[in-house]
């Protein structure tokens, strides 16, 4: 190959490297974050620390105010360091586990199936690209990725095939499953509204009452707006 040659061979493995393990560059494509970021800028990310749901993550760096946003958004933060403090274990550690299992399970399928099945259970659309974002906002199936009412109803429907026994019982191993749900996908306000509604739902049944779609839905309106004002925008 020739002194030349040997050289571009070590750079492009070096590089591929850098980009594997260590830091990769992205060209700003839109003009989604103006005033912050152009299209054309170019942002790098450090791929050194992987960070997950309920890390304790310690950020400095400048807010700036002038971004374009409404409450409860005070502004962007142009990070000039990020350290990881803290990583819980207990459920939050084991959760963490299951998460991260599921995903190397789908490391043996295509680019699309990593990224879409990991998304559609349990919301981790982290590897999906924006050309298949583009793709699904086009066709209007970004709710699939989306973990809401519909994946938990069809969760919650196998319990009682799966439990034989009295209603309480049932009805306990849906308490039990409904909550192990909501700590694998997440707390969000999705999620919450749909198990909220769930919850309402099992409540009734255990009691033997009927069932009041209006007044289960008005109650979990109105307790998640007292609880938290902010869901009505998700």
Request: aromatic letters at 4%; proline letters at 5%; glycine letters at 10%.
């Amino acid at each position: 190959l020739g002194e030349f040659g040997i050289i571009v061979l070590v750079a492009l493995i070096l590089s591929a490297l850098l980009r594997t393990f260590l830091v990769q560059l992205f060209v700003i494509p839109s003009s989604s974050m103006e005033h912050t970021l152009d299209i054309g800028d170019r942002a790098v990310v450090v791929k050194t620390v992987d960070f997950h749901r309920g890390d304790v993550v310690e950020v400095r760096g400048l807010i700036d105010p002038s971004f374009p946003g409404a409450l409860p958004v005070a502004g962007t933060m142009r990070v000039r360091a990020l350290r990881l403090v803290e990583r819980p274990g207990g459920w939050r550690g084991a959760v963490r586990t299951l998460r991260s299992a599921l995903v190397e399970v789908c490391a043996d399928l295509s680019d699309q199936g990593r990224a879409l099945v990991p998304g559609m259970a349990i919301g981790d659309d982290r590897a999906m690209g924006r050309e298949l974002e583009d793709a699904f906002r086009a066709t209007s199936l970004s709710h699939l990725t989306a973990v809401s009412g519909s994946h938990m109803a069809i969760v919650l429907s196998v319990v009682p095939l799966l439990v034989p026994g009295s209603r309480r019982a049932r009805s306990i191993a849906l308490v039990l499953v409904l909550l192990a749900f909501l700590a694998v996908v997440g707390p969000s306000p999705p999620v919450l509204r749909a198990a909220a509604t769930s919850g309402a739902g099992i409540g009734a049944a255990t009691l033997g009452r009927n069932s009041q779609g209006l007044a289960t839905l008005s109650t979990v309106v109105l307790s998640m707006l007292l609880l938290d004002p902010w869901a009505s925008r998700d």
